[in-house]
Structures are given as C-alpha cells and as structure tokens.
Nanobody, 120 residues
Framework: QVQLQESGPGLVKPSQTLSLTCTVSGGSITTSYYAWSWIRQPPGKGLEWMGVIAYDGSTHYSPSLKSRTSISRETSKNQFSLQLSSVTPEDTAVYYC????????????WGQGTQVTVSS
C-alpha cells in the first residue's frame, strides 16, 4: 500500500516562498513509470494541477504556475518537494501530493492534504 504524507509550514507570508515535502512509503519514487504530482485546491474552487516529477527526475509544470514553481526530489529519503515563490493570498489552498500511475488509471494515490495560508 502506497502512502503519501505532506509536510511543511501552514502559514507563509506574502512574497515569500512556500515549501512543502511529500514523503512516500510503500513504493519508490524512482519506479518506472510512475510520476509524482502536486495539486492544490483553493477555498471554494476546484482542484488545480501544479506540476509533476517523473520516475526519471524529469519535471513538467502548469503553464500558469511555471514561472513560480519548482519540483525536486531526494531519492535517498523517498521524498519529493514543491517550492512556490512570490506567494500571494490567492495561493492559499489545501495542497496535495499524489501518485500518477502513468496509465489510464491516472492518479491512484493521494496524500491527505495540508492547508497552507498566505497571510501577513
């Protein structure tokens, strides 16, 4: 059973960088052909896919967030991380990490989500 757990500060000040880490257990982030995503849900809005890091370390980002987003990984710890720079209150959301199966099944495992509020 794959489990994902998000961690990081729950409160970030405007203009700062939001940093979150997802710790994966029950499976390796380097196993072909899985990909590991960050997704967020602002209050009262739908899910927004932010970006992904694949099993081989390649990354892809949402065009709307690409200039502010970076996803990296630490294979020795089986973790991947999100950095979102220059945050504003509009970046307030529940942030999820998830595994994409790389098949028609799409995303098959989710973390429980972590609330991040951007406020001074």
């Amino acid at each position: 059973q794959v489990q994902l757990q998000e961690s990081g500060p729950g409160l970030v000040k405007p203009s700062q960088t939001l940093s979150l880490t997802c710790t994966v257990s029950g499976g390796s982030i380097t196993t072909s052909y899985y990909a590991w995503s960050w997704i967020r849900q602002p209050p009262g809005k739908g899910l927004e896919w932010m970006g992904v890091i694949a099993y081989d370390g390649s990354t892809h980002y949402s065009p709307s967030l690409k200039s502010r987003t970076s996803i990296s990984r630490e294979t020795s710890k089986n973790q991947f991380s999100l950095q979102l720079s220059s945050v504003t209150p509009e970046d307030t959301a529940v942030y999820y990490c998830a595994r994409d199966s790389g098949s028609d099944r799409g995303i098959d495992y989710w973390g429980q989500g972590t609330q991040v509020t951007v406020s001074s």
